[in-house]
């Protein structure tokens, strides 16, 4: 039985993709789900909690790398 934290954790590698390739809109809309998912950790087993934590962490250089050429409206959201 496959969970919804579950599946949100597989797809987050293709958020960190999309971050990396995708267009203005496509990031914006990616930091936003990366967003909900870690306000969302709360409420889910620690072990997933942390499991997905593990995955965004690649996202880090990326975005270090996109706060570098984005306005500040990015930042605030990448925070």
């Not at 593990?54 to 975005?63: G, K």
């Amino acid at each position: 039985k496959l969970y919804n934290f579950e599946a949100a954790t597989l797809c987050i590698p293709h958020l960190v993709n999309a971050l990396k390739s995708g267009s203005e809109a496509a990031q914006e809309s990616v930091l936003d789900t990366l967003s909900l998912l870690k306000h969302s950790w709360s409420t889910m087993p620690i072990e997933i909690a942390k499991s997905q934590a593990m995955v965004m962490a690649e996202a880090i250089p990326i975005l270090q790398m996109l706060m570098k050429t984005y306005p500040l409206s990015f930042y605030e959201r990448a925070d």
